[in-house]
């Protein structure tokens, strides 16, 4: 079993940024890629962007692509979200979550496991 941890989230200014930071642990073996997603009230869950754990690939949402940069530290198992400019409409619970293989990193039903997610509020 795999178990995913995020943080980093809270209350931003428009503009401002945010580092969201996902840990793995248990099985962190069995990790083919990472990806962030989130979710606004009354939204479907949204990809973000995700990241392949063995090296090769990024792949990310054409909107969010120069605002949103994803990264991971293998050793520490964490993949991480910088979130730059960011806009209100942005605010949602995000969420990290990992699958076994690099395979449609765009589509939830990838994914085996989740976090629990974190808060991000964008509001002056």
């Known amino acids: 079993q795999l178990q995913l941890a995020e943080s980093g989230g809270g209350l931003v200014q428009p503009g401002g940024s945010l580092r969201l930071s996902c840990v793995a642990s248990?099985?962190?073996?069995?990790?083919?890629?990472m990806g962030w997603f989130r979710q606004a009230p009354g939204k479907d869950r949204e990809f973000v962007v995700a990241?392949?754990?063995?090296?090769?690939?990024?792949y990310d949402k054409d909107s969010m692509k120069e605002r949103f940069v994803i990264s991971r530290d293998n050793r520490k198992n964490t993949a991480y979200l910088q979130m730059n400019n960011l806009r209100p409409e942005d605010t949602a619970v995000y969420f990290c979550?990992?699958?076994?293989?690099?395979?449609?990193?765009?589509?939830?039903?990838?994914?085996?496991?989740w976090g629990q997610g974190t808060q991000v509020t964008v509001s002056s």
């Open positions: 979550a990992a699958a076994e293989e690099w395979s449609s990193p765009h589509a939830a039903t990838s994914y085996r496991y």
């Open positions: 248990g099985q962190t073996s069995s990790i083919g890629a």
């Open positions: 990241i392949s754990w063995r090296g090769g690939p990024t």
